[in-house]
């Protein structure tokens, strides 16, 4: 280790010097504390013993600006005085000393605080590897929990996209970087589409890991498609689309909480019969769907349901719908309705009720960006307790159901 000596006596500090490379330390020794900052700065000095009283400035002053100076590294400075009052020790101690020693100066007891200030540099030094460590794990994690997020997002359908006649626009963050909530709608055949949205309990990467599964069974481009369809067992053999309670009660049995599973979800998921006009919808422990047809006030679909993974025996039923032109359907996840301004008042499905009949006559983009504005303006914070996601469903043309 290198050690810096700060001494206007030559005695003193020749004496000192000769001491230490004895011990075996490499040593530098200056008579003042410019050329000391100098040093310091320049060599990278970890370890400085400096006489208090000096010509051009003393050592409490070379303290001060060694620490002013706030280096990458840990400067540990032992200050060498012969003054013996407790002030001035609380001076010293104030101005950045980590030790002190009396002259006349004992060569054992220097040793000694030389060899603990040591040993306090090497556990600063082991603390600052550790965090370099950490910091560098934690860099990897934010990347891939980054990467993550932007994958969970590509999973969710195209916003203003439309699908025989049914356009969707939807609002979605996340409380961390990932999310338990996921939503989605798709083609399901020539006369049908599907959609769901799915809460998953709880935050954070199990959720999400959750929702990219469920997800996938519920996609009618992967194998997994069978959740969605079956085979008719009559010629001509064809695919049949599934009622919404039978995909439900489908993945009730699949993803029962035990020991090894304890994330159970909330979801709604709906048929939208194009060539009939109806809507074939399941509600499983979901907030109420909100229902906004022409020419009517907005309101709430009722029907219920458990959780899905609560109890195998669970039964679940459908709510059916008779819908037109210009009618839209309001999903969203309890991190709305439960979002909490500063006084703790929830915003509540009343007040989202009335929100979507307020702004019936606006494009459903415009209505996403200002329910996003006030949701942000009734938090009064940048992050939410828990995750926010809407999907509203338009018929803006039914006349294109056979369009395939």
Same mark, same amino acid.
């Given at each position: 280790?290198?050690?810096?000596?700060?001494?206007?006596?030559?005695?003193?500090?020749?004496?000192?010097?000769?001491?230490?490379?004895?011990?075996?330390?490499?040593?530098?020794?200056?008579?003042?504390?410019?050329?000391?900052?100098?040093?310091?700065?320049?060599?990278?000095?970890?370890?400085?013993?400096?006489?208090?009283?000096?010509?051009?400035?003393?050592?409490?002053?070379?303290?001060?600006?060694?620490?002013?100076?706030?280096?990458?590294?840990?400067?540990?400075?032992?200050?060498?005085?012969?003054?013996?009052?407790?002030?001035?020790?609380?001076?010293?101690?104030?101005?950045?000393?980590?030790?002190?020693?009396?002259?006349?100066?004992?060569?054992?007891?220097?040793? /000694?605080?030389?060899?603990?200030?040591?040993? !306090?540099?090497? @556990?600063?030094?082991?603390? =600052?590897?550790?965090? *370099?460590? &950490?910091?560098?794990?934690?860099?990897?994690?934010?990347?891939?929990?980054?990467?993550?997020?932007?994958?969970?997002?590509?999973?969710?359908?195209?916003?203003?996209?439309?699908?025989?006649?049914?356009?969707?626009?939807?609002?979605?963050?996340?409380?961390?970087?990932?999310?338990?909530?996921?939503?989605?709608?798709?083609?399901?055949?020539?006369?049908?589409?599907?959609?769901?949205?799915?809460?998953?309990?709880?935050?954070?990467? /199990?959720?999400?890991?959750?929702?990219?599964? !469920?997800?996938? @069974?519920?996609?009618?481009? =992967?194998?997994?498609? *069978?959740? &969605?369809?079956?085979?008719?067992?009559?010629?001509?053999?064809?695919?049949?689309?599934?009622?919404?309670?039978?995909?439900?009660?489908?993945?009730?049995?699949?993803?029962?909480?035990?020991?090894?599973?304890?994330?159970?979800?909330?979801?709604?998921?709906?048929?939208?019969?194009?060539?009939?006009?109806?809507?074939?919808?399941?509600?499983?422990?979901?907030?109420?769907?909100?229902?906004?047809?022409?020419?009517?006030?907005?309101?709430?679909?009722?029907?219920?349901?458990?959780?899905?993974?609560?109890?195998?025996?669970?039964?679940?039923?459908?709510?059916?719908?008779?819908?037109?032109?210009?009618?839209?359907?309001?999903?969203?996840?309890?991190?709305?309705?439960?979002?909490?301004?500063?006084?703790?008042?929830?915003?509540?499905?009343?007040?989202?009720?009335?929100?979507?009949?307020?702004?019936?006559?606006?494009?459903?983009?415009?209505?996403?960006?200002?329910?996003?504005?006030?949701?942000?303006?009734?938090?009064?914070?940048?992050?939410?307790?828990?995750?926010?996601?809407?999907?509203?469903?338009?018929?803006?043309?039914?006349?294109?159901?056979?369009?395939?």
């Amino acid at each position: 280790m290198r050690i810096l000596i700060v001494e206007d006596s030559q005695i003193t500090r020749i004496m000192m010097h000769r001491s230490l490379e004895k011990w075996g330390y490499d040593v530098v020794s200056v008579d003042n504390i410019t050329a000391a900052i100098s040093i310091i700065s320049d060599d990278k000095i970890q370890f400085v013993i400096t006489d208090w009283i000096m010509p051009g400035g003393n050592g409490t002053l070379l303290c001060e600006q060694v620490r002013a100076l706030n280096l990458p590294f840990y400067t540990y400075m032992i200050l060498v005085t012969s003054l013996d009052d407790t002030q001035s020790m609380v001076e010293g101690m104030d101005a950045g000393a980590d030790d002190f020693i009396r002259k006349p100066i004992q060569l054992d007891e220097l040793h /000694a605080r030389i060899r603990a200030g040591e040993r !306090i540099l090497e @556990l600063e030094k082991s603390l =600052t590897e550790s965090n *370099n460590q &950490l910091l560098a794990a934690h860099e990897v994690i934010n990347r891939d929990l980054n990467m993550a997020a932007t994958m969970q997002r590509s999973l969710l359908p195209s916003a203003s996209s439309t699908i025989l006649g049914i356009a969707n626009d939807w609002l979605f963050y996340p409380s961390t970087h990932l999310s338990g909530d996921i939503f989605n709608f798709f083609q399901l055949d020539k006369h049908h589409v599907g959609f769901y949205i799915i809460d998953v309990a709880g935050h954070g990467i /199990a959720s999400a890991m959750q929702s990219f599964t !469920i997800s996938r @069974l519920l996609s009618p481009d =992967t194998s997994c498609s *069978n959740h &969605l369809k079956y085979r008719s067992p009559e010629a001509p053999y064809s695919q049949v689309v599934r009622t919404a309670p039978a995909v439900v009660e489908n993945l009730n049995q699949q993803f029962q909480t035990d020991t090894t599973n304890i994330l159970y979800f909330t979801m709604i998921y709906g048929v939208i019969d194009t060539k009939n006009q109806t809507i074939d919808l399941c509600q499983a422990g979901h907030p109420n769907p909100i229902y906004l047809q022409t020419g009517k006030p907005a309101r709430f679909i009722v029907d219920g349901g458990l959780p899905v993974g609560i109890i195998p025996e669970a039964s679940y039923e459908s709510e059916h719908l008779k819908f037109g032109i210009g009618d839209r359907l309001f999903l969203y996840s309890d991190g709305i309705t439960e979002c909490e301004s500063p006084t703790g008042e929830m915003f509540g499905a009343e007040r989202l009720r009335q929100f979507v009949e307020k702004t019936r006559q606006l494009e459903t983009s415009e209505v996403m960006r200002l329910l996003d504005q006030r949701i942000s303006d009734w938090h009064e914070h940048d992050d939410f307790e828990d995750d926010i996601s809407m999907l509203v469903l338009e018929v803006v043309d039914v006349t294109s159901r056979t369009a395939l």
